[in-house]
């Protein structure tokens, strides 16, 4: 029974938080509760093994960044393109959502994302997390994290600047 | 540092957020404040963090995303070692595979129609219990949901007016059964039982038939992909007028 409690607890304090990380990171919410069940089966599996109670949170963020990244490598293996100049993807006035479909617009640009840098632009929005805490949840370097982060924004910013690309429209 | 090395290092930075402040970020935000095409850029910037931030904090969560992480850890999670002991496990694995062979092996007629509905109705004749005792249907649907039981059985207009008392979770060939316990006008119980139409063999048709068993009459019909059989003490004119 306190199993029992302890699951549901931990579901009602981080399904929301998790849901909205998984649903950044795949763009599909069927995709996104799969993966927020499949989190909260590996933590009645292994969470046992967390030794501090104050980490269950980023155990959880940790553990469907991973679950995530598993899937879509036996999806696909996809090409990383280097970035070149950061600074010139930075866009001279960067725009602004406004409405709903600009909403919708900065999900699918999320989504489009270099996976590289779509989990830590995601937290970085998400949870408020620190630099730090990103970096432990997703087991790389703080100066990796900043960098991601800053690479990131920059192609977000990009992306959702630019009109969408004809493949992309054309296949909707 | 130039304005270019500032809408970098700026890129990461959030509005608000003390724990982001560093040597690096003052200096850009410095350069802001004296480089008016920066800040320009900088105003711009920040709105679309806050706006990026506004649209995913509040993503929209499906409304019944509890029941459902619930419903998968439960079927998914292995039940601690002290709820299983091994003695346990296998003197009730004999005393189960004894009961299963007396009841289903002969014949293999123990997946039939005939054999389920027969179960169903000694069930209720010998012994029963509701797991659940409520008149919300709605509360009913979430119990067997998270049950693993067929939740989303539908109720034909005669049904749908008996009130309803509570609910079961039985089992049938390792298929859960829904048993759904419905109020009479004689103040007895109609019972209602669902399970998944690919857990019996010869299932009736879309057309109610109706049967004496044992001590009760009952209809059984079969509509998407359940199979149902409603259970009554009750004379078979009484038990039509429901359909």
Same mark, same amino acid.
């Given at each position: 029974?306190?199993?029992?409690?302890?699951?549901?607890?931990? *579901?009602?304090? $981080?399904?929301?938080?998790?849901?909205? %990380?998984?649903?950044?990171?795949? @763009?599909?919410?069927?995709?996104?509760?799969? #993966?927020?069940?499949?989190?909260?089966?590996?933590? /009645?599996?292994?969470?046992?093994?967390?030794?501090?109670?104050?980490?269950?949170?980023?155990?959880?963020?940790?553990?469907? @960044?991973?679950?995530?990244?598993?899937?879509?490598?036996?999806?696909?293996?996809?090409? $990383?393109?280097? #970035?070149?100049?950061?600074?010139?993807?930075?866009?001279?006035?960067?725009?602004?959502?406004?409405?709903?479909?600009?909403?919708?617009?900065? =999900?699918?640009?999320?989504?489009?994302?270099?996976?590289? %840098?779509?989990?830590?632009?995601?937290?970085?929005? =998400?949870?408020?997390?620190?630099?730090?805490?990103?970096? !432990?949840?997703? +087991?790389?370097?703080?100066?990796?994290?900043?960098?991601?982060?800053?690479?990131?924004?920059?192609?977000?910013?990009? /992306? %959702? $600047?630019?009109?969408?690309?004809? &493949?992309?429209?054309?296949?909707? | 540092?130039?304005?270019?090395?500032?809408?970098?290092?700026?890129?990461?930075?959030?509005?608000? @957020?003390?724990?982001?402040?560093?040597?690096?970020?003052?200096?850009? #935000?410095?350069?802001?404040?004296?480089?008016?095409?920066?800040?320009?850029?900088?105003?711009?910037?920040?709105?679309?963090?806050?706006?990026?931030?506004?649209?995913?904090?509040?993503?929209?969560?499906? &409304?019944?995303?509890?029941?459902?992480?619930?419903?998968?850890?439960?079927? +998914?999670?292995?039940?601690?070692?002290?709820?299983?002991?091994? #003695?346990?496990?296998?003197?009730?694995?004999?005393?189960?595979? *004894?009961?299963?062979?007396?009841?289903?092996?002969?014949?293999?007629?123990?997946?039939?129609?005939?054999?389920?509905? !027969?179960?169903?109705?000694?069930?209720?004749?010998?012994?029963?219990? /509701?797991?659940?005792?409520?008149?919300?249907?709605?509360?009913?649907?979430?119990?067997?949901?998270?049950?693993?039981?067929?939740?989303?059985?539908?109720?034909?207009?005669?049904?749908?007016?008996?009130?309803?008392?509570?609910?079961?979770? =039985?089992?049938?060939?390792?298929?859960?059964?829904? /048993?759904?316990?419905?109020?009479?006008?004689?103040?007895?119980? @109609?019972?209602?039982? *669902? *399970?998944?139409?690919?857990?019996?063999?010869?299932?009736?048709?879309?057309?109610?038939?109706?049967?004496?068993?044992?001590?009760?009459?009952?209809? &059984?019909?079969?509509?998407?992909? $359940?199979?149902?059989?409603?259970?009554?003490?009750? !004379?078979?004119?009484?038990?039509?007028?429901? %359909?």
């Amino acid at each position: 029974m306190d199993d029992q409690l302890d699951i549901e607890t931990l *579901v009602d304090q $981080h399904q929301a938080a998790l849901y909205r %990380f998984a649903l950044s990171l795949s @763009h599909n919410e069927s995709d996104a509760l799969d #993966l927020v069940q499949e989190t909260f089966c590996l933590w /009645m599996r292994k969470g046992g093994q967390l030794l501090d109670r104050g980490k269950v949170k980023a155990w959880l963020f940790t553990t469907l @960044h991973r679950e995530f990244l598993g899937r879509r490598r036996r999806l696909v293996r996809f090409p $990383h393109h280097e #970035l070149t100049e950061v600074e010139s993807e930075l866009p001279e006035i960067p725009p602004v959502p406004a409405d709903q479909a600009d909403r919708e617009r900065l =999900l699918e640009c999320l989504a489009r994302l270099d996976p590289v %840098f779509r989990a830590p632009v995601a937290l970085f929005y =998400l949870e408020e997390y620190a630099y730090q805490d990103i970096a !432990s949840i997703l +087991d790389v370097p703080l100066g990796t994290v900043k960098s991601r982060i800053s690479r990131g924004v920059a192609q977000l910013q990009e /992306m %959702f $600047h630019r009109p969408l690309e004809p &493949s992309r429209e054309a296949s909707r | 540092m130039t304005p270019a090395e500032a809408r970098l290092t700026l890129a990461a930075w959030r509005p608000g @957020h003390a724990s982001e402040r560093d040597p690096a970020v003052n200096d850009a #935000l410095r350069l802001v404040r004296q480089d008016p095409e920066l800040r320009l850029w900088f105003e711009q910037h920040a709105r679309f963090q806050r706006a990026a931030a506004d649209t995913l904090q509040n993503l929209e969560v499906p &409304s019944r995303l509890r029941e459902q992480i619930l419903a998968r850890v439960r079927v +998914d999670a292995p039940r601690p070692w002290w709820r299983q002991p091994v #003695l346990w496990a296998a003197a009730a694995s004999v005393v189960l595979l *004894v009961g299963l062979s007396l009841w289903w092996m002969p014949g293999d007629r123990g997946a039939t129609f005939d054999t389920f509905r !027969s179960r169903m109705v000694r069930t209720v004749i010998r012994q029963y219990s /509701m797991d659940i005792e409520t008149s919300s249907m709605a509360e009913v649907r979430q119990f067997l949901a998270r049950h693993q039981a067929p939740a989303d059985y539908t109720l034909n207009p005669g049904l749908s007016r008996l009130p309803v008392q509570g609910a079961g979770r =039985l089992s049938w060939r390792d298929r859960a059964v829904a /048993m759904v316990c419905l109020g009479a006008t004689n103040q007895s119980t @109609h019972f209602l039982f *669902v *399970v998944d139409r690919a857990a019996v063999k010869t299932p009736p048709g879309p057309v109610p038939e109706f049967a004496p068993v044992s001590q009760l009459m009952t209809a &059984s019909w079969t509509a998407g992909d $359940h199979v149902y059989v409603l259970a009554a003490s009750t !004379s078979l004119e009484e038990l039509r007028l429901l %359909f």
